[in-house]
């Protein structure tokens, strides 16, 4: 499992919760609809990684807001980068994924 850290703790994040198209110029710029209510998804712990890969495909980056949550609570707030290979994500687009 990855890991996160936070002061002297290390922490196993079960999953991440995240929201999505709700940045206007980026719905645009991929040419989706503004949906009507919030897009919340899941990614797998396996997602967390302190590695970035490059490897010569077309990859776009978005910085992320991110949150600790703790026994249902706040505890830490941070900086998350959202890498998509955006070549895959469109062809699981056109497929209705």
Same mark, same amino acid.
């Given at each position: 499992?990855?890991? @996160?850290?936070?002061?002297?703790?290390?922490? @196993?994040?079960?999953?991440? @919760?995240?929201? &999505?198209?709700? $940045?206007?110029?980026?719905?645009?710029?991929? &040419?989706?609809?503004?949906?009507?209510?919030? @897009?919340?998804?899941?990614?797998?712990?396996?997602?967390?990684?302190?590695?970035?890969?490059?490897?010569?495909?077309?990859?776009? $980056?978005?910085?992320?807001?991110?949150?600790?949550?703790?026994? &249902?609570?706040?505890?830490?707030?941070?900086?998350?980068?959202?890498?998509?290979?955006?070549?895959?994500?469109?062809?699981?687009?056109?497929? &209705?994924?």
């Amino acid at each position: 499992m990855h890991t @996160v850290t936070r002061e002297d703790q290390t922490i @196993v994040p079960s999953k991440i @919760v995240c929201a &999505g198209r709700n $940045y206007v110029a980026h719905i645009a710029e991929l &040419g989706n609809e503004v949906p009507a209510e919030p @897009v919340i998804f899941l990614k797998p712990n396996s997602a967390l990684s302190e590695q970035l890969r490059a490897d010569g495909e077309d990859i776009h $980056y978005e910085g992320e807001i991110s949150f600790l949550l703790k026994n &249902g609570k706040l505890d830490a707030v941070g900086f998350g980068l959202d890498l998509t290979r955006r070549a895959v994500q469109t062809s699981l687009k056109k497929q &209705g994924l």
